[in-house]
């Protein structure tokens, strides 16, 4: 196959992935002497490119995610259209995700170090602070929350540092777009118990923390909280059964860690 054509100003380097509603790419953009500026440029598919609901939420998503400016949060440098396609230009992550960190640790038989795991947890405890903090240009909360907190969304530079990602599903109270009635987005393992019963559960942002919460238990147990055999089965114990204890799998994990992690997970949200 020959180099991809250029999306707007950007050219193309490499594919760097493909999700449900966009594509991702490495490209960078060329300027003046010699400047030239690697980002993440993300596009809507382009069977989705005339959908009036992907469009606006795509649209959502570049509002959004051009507001949130924070060192753990990935930062969004520019939005445009090319042949009748959106695209968002970000900030590209050099490194890996906690997915694969903990896919490698893994095929080890091995654990994430701990010093590291709580290093991530702050890290993205951090970034969602900020996120459901934000405000409106008159001060008042937007309620914002990011529904995806997931290993595979909390990115890792080669420097060291955390970044979030993916506000592609994320919701504000005062947004327009709505998720189609009925549909659960998200990674089932991280699911809150509230987003696992679906589109008309009231979300907050301690929706968030339970997915944090859920997270930091896979990192420490090298397995997930819940376990089912379908994805029914699964959401079932996300609703109504307690997660695993994390010191029945690993006597080291420190009992106020665990403690941390059930009460990030706890089923009531008050």
Known sequence: ????????????????????????????????????????LKRILPQYAGDPDFVAMFIDEAKLAARLEHPNVVQVFDFGEHSGSLFLAMELVEGTN???????????????????????????????????????????????????VSPANVLLTTTGHVKLSDFGIAKVSTRMQQTQAGVIKGKFYYMSPEQARGANEEMTSRS??????????????????????????????????DPVRLRSVDPSVPRDLETICLKAMEKEPR
């Open 208 to 241: 968030d923390v339970y997915s944090l919460g859920a997270t930091l238990h896979f990192a420490l147990a090298g397995q997930p909280p819940f376990s089912g055999r379908s994805v029914q089965d699964l959401l079932r114990k996300v609703i109504s059964h």
């Open 1 to 40: 196959m020959g180099p991809e054509a250029p999306i707007g100003p950007y050219r193309i380097d490499r594919r760097l992935a493909t999700g449900g509603m966009a594509e991702v790419f490495v490209a960078h953009r060329e300027g003046p002497h010699g400047f030239s500026k690697r980002v993440a």
């Open 98 to 148: 906690v997915n694969r960190l903990l896919r490698a640790a893994a095929v080890r038989d091995e654990v994430i170090p701990l010093d590291t795991v709580l290093h991530i947890g702050a890290e993205v405890a951090q970034a969602l602070a900020y996120a459901h903090r934000l405000t409106d240009p008159e001060g008042k909360p937007i309620g914002f929350v990011h529904r995806d």
